[in-house]
């Protein structure tokens, strides 16, 4: 009787440690199957330092069409960059990451313009744009410029002496305007004194340091594109008479400037 109470126990306890492992396993199998499926991480650091942020989030999982980055390095050194590119692969089905080893595909890099190792390139649809560098901030920075429609401009005012756009010595702005064109804006020069209008397409009007008096048509044609919404950006030189050099007093645009109408 003795054997037989210690045998069903023995097959009772059997029994439970058999069910326990069979729920492990299950819960282990379910597991993978959702890591496989959703491929998801979670970031427990106080700062969230291993996480993206959520304007690239809300960027990417904003997608309406494809976009790949392409990831240039040495086959050995893909490693640099998978596991940021990884964290952008997740947050949407639509974007998909590419590895390209230009030692090893060098034609696929020349076509792509990379000349540095470790260059990530971004494409939405058909647009391109090159990574700034290889952090959350140089790719996003890249989606963004896909993802603009519209053409920034930035216009020059022109024809009262100021410094002028095309002009490579020290009082030149062609620096500035090389400097633009890496951010994605072109940019042109405007004559107010031809036809005292800002055009349309200005998403910002510079006044660079004129030396002659504006009329005033001019300061109410900037003085109305800034009311109705633009943005102007203004440097002045002061005052000037020695010898030849002569910067005139401005008071028409000063006073603009001095008035609450451009606050």
Same mark, same amino acid.
């Given at each position: 009787?003795?054997?037989?109470?210690?045998?069903?126990?023995?097959?009772?306890?059997?029994?439970?440690?058999?069910?326990?492992?069979?729920?492990?396993?299950?819960?282990?199998?379910?597991?993978?199957?959702?890591?496989?499926?959703?491929?998801?991480?979670?970031?427990?650091?106080?700062?969230?330092?291993?996480?993206?942020?959520?304007?690239?989030?809300?960027?990417?999982?904003?997608?309406?069409?494809?976009?790949?980055?392409?990831?240039?390095?040495?086959?050995?050194?893909?490693?640099?960059?998978?596991?940021?590119?990884?964290?952008?692969?997740?947050?949407?089905?639509?974007?998909?990451?590419?590895?390209?080893?230009?030692?090893?595909?060098?034609?696929?890099?020349? $076509?792509? !313009?990379? /000349?540095? +190792?470790?260059?990530?390139?971004?494409?939405?649809?058909?647009?391109? *744009? =090159?990574?700034?560098?290889?952090?959350?901030?140089?790719?996003?920075?890249?989606?963004?410029?896909?993802?603009?429609?519209?053409?920034?401009?930035?216009?020059?005012?022109?024809?009262?002496?100021?410094?002028?756009?095309?002009?490579?010595?020290?009082?030149?702005?062609?620096?500035?305007?090389?400097?633009?064109?890496?951010?994605?804006?072109?940019?042109?020069?405007?004559?107010?004194?031809?036809?005292?209008?800002?055009?349309?397409?200005?998403?910002?009007?510079?006044?660079?340091?004129?030396?002659?008096?504006?009329?005033?048509?001019?300061?109410?044609?900037?003085?109305?594109?800034? $009311?109705? !919404?633009? /943005?102007? +950006?203004?440097?002045?030189?002061?005052?000037?008479?020695?010898?030849? *050099? =002569?910067?005139?007093?401005?008071?028409?645009?000063?006073?603009?400037?001095?008035?609450?109408?451009?606050?």
């Amino acid at each position: 009787m003795a054997n037989q109470w210690i045998h069903a126990r023995q097959t009772k306890y059997a029994a439970y440690a058999v069910s326990y492992i069979l729920i492990v396993i299950a819960g282990v199998v379910v597991a993978n199957v959702l890591a496989d499926r959703y491929n998801k991480s979670y970031d427990a650091t106080a700062n969230k330092r291993f996480s993206l942020s959520d304007q690239t989030a809300k960027i990417v999982k904003g997608l309406k069409q494809d976009a790949t980055i392409t990831y240039y390095n040495q086959s050995t050194r893909f490693r640099d960059g998978k596991d940021l590119l990884e964290q952008y692969a997740n947050l949407s089905p639509k974007l998909h990451v590419k590895y390209v080893d230009p030692d090893k595909e060098p034609q696929l890099a020349r $076509e792509a !313009g990379i /000349r540095n +190792f470790g260059t990530a390139v971004v494409q939405v649809g058909a647009k391109k *744009e =090159e990574a700034k560098s290889m952090t959350e901030e140089g790719i996003t920075g890249a989606f963004i410029r896909d993802l603009k429609s519209n053409t920034r401009t930035v216009c020059f005012v022109s024809g009262s002496g100021e410094h002028q756009l095309d002009d490579s010595n020290r009082g030149g702005l062609s620096h500035f305007k090389e400097l633009l064109a890496k951010d994605n804006y072109e940019s042109k020069s405007v004559d107010l004194l031809t036809k005292a209008e800002v055009p349309s397409e200005c998403t910002a009007l510079v006044v660079a340091g004129p030396t002659k008096n504006y009329e005033k048509p001019e300061v109410d044609a900037i003085k109305k594109y800034v $009311e109705d !919404g633009g /943005r102007a +950006f203004f440097m002045l030189d002061p005052p000037l008479k020695i010898g030849r *050099e =002569e910067i005139a007093d401005n008071d028409i645009l000063t006073d603009l400037l001095s008035s609450k109408s451009l606050s």
